[in-house]
């Protein structure tokens, strides 16, 4: 599947709620990063806001980023860093990048890119590569099994957990993952799942969402509340979250 990266780009930054699921996506992010203490990390996929924004204490950052714009925003922003010496953007595909596999990095992001890419295991693998010795790697996904594709099933809204929402077909994306075949996948690329949890448990979908937060139904503080839930929850959230090595 060939992919229209600049259409991308556009379709991502129209979505409803989006900004909404990608805060608490970040707030995981920085929370993985509090916890792992990573001092070189390598993002592939940075979208409007690379880490380096809010996560300060690395020594190396570089960003992987095949949109050209996102690539250019994240070089602006790297610029008016403190640490902008220590900060690479790469305006290019994971495979087309320059080589870091003689380096060694403590964390390797990939987040909401598996289920995009056309190959996952040769995109986990040449992340493998990159990474090195001693490297985790920060993954994840839209949950196939998340409680608002559950209540759409039981709506009759859709005919399998597995299919692909309208709005994943806007993105271009090609496959689902559940808890199970996301840990299939890894596996098979020769990493171990070290720990796994769900962002956000969101009882509909992302237009659903947002019509009931501007209609004024559904607060801000509730869908902190609703993020919360997750933990309650860890198998229903939207989105997967899973640390592997």
């Given at each position: 599947?060939?992919?229209?990266?600049?259409?991308?780009?556009?379709?991502?930054?129209?979505?409803?709620?989006?900004k909404h699921q990608a805060h608490f996506r970040r707030l995981e992010h920085l929370k993985v990063c509090r916890?792992?203490?990573?001092?070189?990390?390598?993002?592939?996929?940075?979208?409007?806001?690379?880490?380096?924004?809010?996560?300060?204490?690395?020594?190396?950052?570089?960003?992987?980023?095949?949109g050209e714009s996102f690539a250019e925003n994240a070089r602006n922003l790297g610029a008016q860093h403190s640490?902008?010496?220590?900060?690479?953007?790469?305006?290019?595909?994971?495979?087309?990048?320059?080589?870091?596999?003689?380096?060694?990095?403590?964390?390797?992001?990939?987040?909401?890119?598996?289920?995009?890419?056309?190959?996952?295991?040769?995109?986990?693998?040449?992340?493998?590569?990159?990474?090195?010795?001693?490297?985790?790697?920060?993954?994840?996904?839209?949950?196939?099994?998340?409680?608002?594709?559950?209540?759409?099933?039981?709506?009759?809204?859709?005919?399998?957990?597995?299919?692909?929402?309208?709005?994943?077909?806007?993105?271009?994306?090609?496959?689902?993952?559940?808890?199970?075949?996301?840990?299939?996948?890894?596996?098979?690329?020769?990493?171990?799942?070290?720990?796994?949890?769900?962002?956000?448990?969101?009882?509909?979908?992302?237009?659903?969402?947002?019509?009931?937060?501007?209609?004024?139904?559904?607060?801000?503080?509730?869908?902190?509340?609703?993020?919360?839930?997750?933990?309650?929850?860890?198998?229903?959230?939207?989105?997967?979250?899973?640390?592997?090595?």
């Open positions: 599947m060939n992919r229209d990266i600049e259409n991308y780009q556009d379709e991502y930054q129209s979505l409803p709620f989006e916890e792992l203490k990573p001092l070189r990390i390598v993002e592939i996929g940075c979208g409007m806001l690379p880490l380096f924004v809010d996560y300060h204490d690395f020594e190396k950052m570089e960003v992987i980023e095949p640490k902008s010496s220590q900060i690479s953007v790469q305006n290019c595909f994971l495979e087309d990048c320059n080589v870091l596999e003689n380096h060694s990095y403590d964390l390797v992001i990939l987040s909401a890119l598996l289920h995009e890419v056309p190959c996952p295991q040769t995109f986990l693998k040449q992340a493998k590569k990159i990474g090195g010795n001693g490297a985790r790697y920060l993954i994840t996904v839209p949950n196939s099994h998340s409680f608002h594709r559950q209540l759409a099933l039981r709506c009759g809204l859709i005919e399998s957990l597995t299919e692909l929402s309208n709005q994943q077909i806007q993105l271009q994306q090609s496959r689902t993952y559940s808890l199970d075949s996301l840990t299939h996948e890894i596996k098979s690329a020769g990493l171990q799942v070290e720990s796994q949890k769900s962002i956000i448990l969101k009882p509909f979908t992302h237009g659903q969402m947002e019509g009931l937060l501007a209609n004024q139904i559904l607060t801000l503080p509730q869908v902190e509340a609703l993020a919360g839930l997750s933990d309650l929850l860890p198998e229903l959230g939207s989105e997967l979250l899973v640390i592997a090595h």
